[in-house]
């Protein structure tokens, strides 16, 4: 198991884990297109935010994305691959994620899927409140975890 920065070259790998990770909730394919630019990690993106890759037997199985958002940081994205999902390698990533920033009293915050809401809260994340998301009638939780 390897951590690293990711290059330009890994982005097209990166966006299908974050595609096969939320497909793996079976959500329809017309809502994952609508979702499609939140999904989808570019070149800009590496620029401005903290990637971060896990690699497994020289396979990129995952990778994490947070944003310093001035007084807090935000997980923009967390994505494992379906076949990873439930075997704690979303836990480390986003632990390594973490202790990678610099942390002086900032929370850290991130609108979750509600399939991962329960994953956060073992993390040590709280709802606090919820925005509504597509389509209509869905939302999704706002979660913070304190310094």
């Known amino acids: 198991m390897k951590f690293k920065k990711p290059n330009i070259s ?3 790998v990166l ?3 974050s595609l096969a990770s939320k497909r793996h909730w079976g959500y329809p394919e017309e809502w994952i297109d609508h979702w499609m ?4 990690l570019t070149e800009k993106d590496l620029c401005v935010q903290e990637v971060l890759v896990l690699q497994v037997e020289l396979r990129i199985i995952g990778f994490c ?4 958002q001035g007084d807090y940081y935000e997980v923009i994205h967390l994505w494992v691959l379906p076949e990873f999902i439930g075997k ?3 836990k480390l990533l986003l632990e390594r994620a973490l202790d990678n920033l610099d942390l002086p009293d900032k929370p850290i915050k991130v609108t ?7 994953f956060y809260k073992r993390q040590g ?8 998301s597509y389509p209509k009638g869905r939302f999704l939780p706002l979660m913070i975890r304190e310094v």
Request: proline share 6%; no cysteine.
């Open 10 to 12: 890994d982005i097209p």
């Open 15 to 17: 966006n299908a884990i």
């Open 37 to 40: 630019e939140d999904l989808t």
């Open 65 to 68: 994305a947070t944003l310093d």
């Open 88 to 90: 704690g390698y979303g």
């Open 112 to 118: 979750a899927d509600p399939h991962a809401e329960f």
């Open 125 to 132: 994340f709280k709802t606090f409140s919820k925005v509504e």
